[in-house]
């Protein structure tokens, strides 16, 4: 594992040099999106697409949208051998801090009963339960909207 110091960490919009490592760390994660959705968002006015980056690496990436007054998050993912070092959380608040500058109220997310860790990283950061959408996901787990006001 290569630990960089994460005095090196920075957010930034995402851009296309970070799509390699993006590539990479999207295939070790247990469910992909597709490259062209993050090509995509790089030139779509809807999408809000950031990375942290440790020195010149992308170790993360987050998108959001903006439907105003409301901040639709839609991915946060971070590298498995950068994880739980507060990388996601510096890249959620910073996400949340920008949407809330562009006068964001409100936060919305859908995320699998079954990813655990995800429920607690979004808790952690004041989302609540909204609702249960049974079969949410192609693989037919249930879902759960979680909201938190901004
Ligand atoms: C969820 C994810 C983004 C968290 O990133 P991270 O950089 O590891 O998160 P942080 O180190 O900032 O953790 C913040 C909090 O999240 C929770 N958390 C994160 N990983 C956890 C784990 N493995 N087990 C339990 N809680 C966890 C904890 O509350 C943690 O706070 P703590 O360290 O004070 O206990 C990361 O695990 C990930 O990329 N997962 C795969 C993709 C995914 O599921 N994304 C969310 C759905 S789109």
């Not at 409100?106 to 429920?119: D, G, P």
């Amino acid at each position: 594992m290569n630990h960089k110091p994460l005095q090196a960490l920075s957010i930034k919009p995402m851009r296309l040099y970070d799509m390699m490592f993006i590539r990479r760390i999207d295939q070790t994660n247990e469910s992909q999106w597709p490259l062209r959705y993050y090509i995509k968002s790089l030139s779509s006015p809807h999408f809000y697409p950031y990375v942290a980056r440790l020195g010149d690496t992308c170790v993360g990436s987050m998108m959001f949208r903006l439907i105003m007054p409301v901040m639709h998050i839609d991915k946060i993912l971070i590298d498995k051998s950068y994880r739980r070092r507060g990388i996601g959380g510096k890249l959620f608040e910073k996400s949340i801090g920008i949407a809330k500058k562009k006068g964001a109220l409100q936060a919305f997310l859908a995320v699998s009963v079954s990813n655990k860790y995800a429920v607690n990283f979004y808790s952690k950061y004041g989302f609540r339960i909204e609702s249960i959408q049974r079969n949410y996901y192609a693989t037919n787990d249930d879902g759960l909207k979680m909201v938190r006001f901004l």
